[in-house]
């Protein structure tokens, strides 16, 4: 969603423990879940969408995915549209410094949420679209997500199209929130372990509480070159629903309803395999009213993509972050591990829109630090 940049984050230190919350999973229920801990350290900033300068940062208005191409790692922000960075680490993207390129034009922004690079070397990236003129008269979009294909790392991208957009006829123009009026986008993706299956994870702005919040769709991988139409939604309890239009029932439904002015809602997952959990880590956002205020960053764990059920209930780890301080996600630190924001271990660095001001650490279960 378009807002603007605001510079100063306040941000206490909050210590959590994601142990022994209820779920369906039964580690979850005997409380034998991961520990995380979160510490202040020095800030790191992403260089943005349309930064003028190093020392002058764009904003990151969504998750920033990452990949290595030999030594060298490649970050994407988007603000409306994509700009790549690239360098030998985290610390110093630095080497080239782009605003992306795609092969055709659309109503509304792109911003590339996530990314995967295939073993021959082809970039799959996913974007989320916010068309305008749906509700006239209003600012209000409903978003969708497309797919998009690059040959030289993602400075210019091939649009394959949209493979998830919500059911028609399902837009709220009388809506009290302040950004949409339906739709399914703010997501994130990961591949299973066999390269088998590719998993959405979307926030979900249409339909009965049981529909919004963060909900699933999967696409087999050996159809990423012709995606559109071959992605499928989760709904009570089966890979059935079309992408394009299905319904869908959220593995996190909403608290209270989007639409309302005071909407209580998770959304914006980013999701990782950890190393060092051996299993799948989901970060998520909290929205307490129409205007989206962050009531905090939240943790969710998983030790198979395949099981919807498997994911614990989330649990707080970072208090408010602040006004539009949104997009946490976990980024590894290890480049001889190739670490990004998919693959992570026990430390990384935790961003929240574009800003590192901690550490994190995933521990085992009776493990410290």
Request: proline share 7%.
């Amino acid at each position: 969603m378009q807002t603007p940049i605001r510079l100063a984050i306040v941000v206490p230190l909050v210590l959590w423990a994601a142990t022994g919350c209820q779920s369906l999973d039964t580690a979850t229920r005997e409380g034998r879940l991961p520990t995380v801990v979160v510490r202040d350290a020095p800030p790191l900033h992403f260089r943005g969408a349309n930064s003028p300068s190093p020392d002058k940062p764009g904003d990151t208005d969504c998750n920033s995915p990452a990949h290595w191409d030999g030594d060298t790692l490649y970050v994407f922000n988007s603000a409306g549209h994509p700009w790549r960075s690239a360098g030998p680490n985290l610390f110093q993207l630095t080497n080239d410094y782009r605003r992306v390129e795609y092969d055709n034009k659309v109503n509304g922004g792109r911003w590339i949420e996530c990314t995967w690079r295939a073993s021959d070397g082809t970039l799959y990236g996913w974007y989320h679209n916010e068309p305008g003129g749906l509700c006239p008269g209003t600012r209000l979009t409903a978003p969708k997500i497309g797919a998009v294909r690059s040959r030289d790392n993602g400075a210019n991208w091939e649009d394959l199209g949209i493979v998830l957009e919500a059911p028609p006829n399902t837009l709220r123009c009388d809506t009290k929130n302040f950004y949409f009026a339906g739709g399914n986008g703010d997501f994130c993706i990961m591949l299973d372990a066999r390269q088998q299956w590719l998993y959405f994870f979307i926030s979900t702005y249409t339909g009965g509480l049981d529909s919004q919040g963060v909900s699933l769709a999967r696409m087999k991988w050996g159809d990423r070159d012709a995606p559109v139409g071959r992605v499928w939604k989760f709904y009570q309890e089966a890979w059935t629903e079309p992408g394009l239009g299905g319904a869908i029932t959220a593995i996190f439904p909403g608290m209270i309803d989007w639409h309302r002015a005071d909407a209580d809602a998770f959304w914006g997952p980013s999701v990782h395999w950890n190393s060092h959990l051996r299993q799948y880590v989901m970060l998520l956002n909290r929205a307490i009213d129409k205007d989206w205020q962050q009531e905090g960053v939240y943790v969710s764990f998983n030790r198979d993509l395949a099981n919807p059920h498997g994911w614990s209930a989330p649990n707080k780890i970072l208090a408010s972050t602040g006004k539009d301080r949104w997009y946490p996600q976990v980024l590894g630190l290890d480049a001889a591990q190739r670490e990004t924001d998919k693959l992570a271990g026990k430390r990384a660095r935790l961003f929240v829109r574009g800003m590192s001001r901690w550490e994190v650490f995933f521990l085992r279960p009776g493990e410290t630090e």
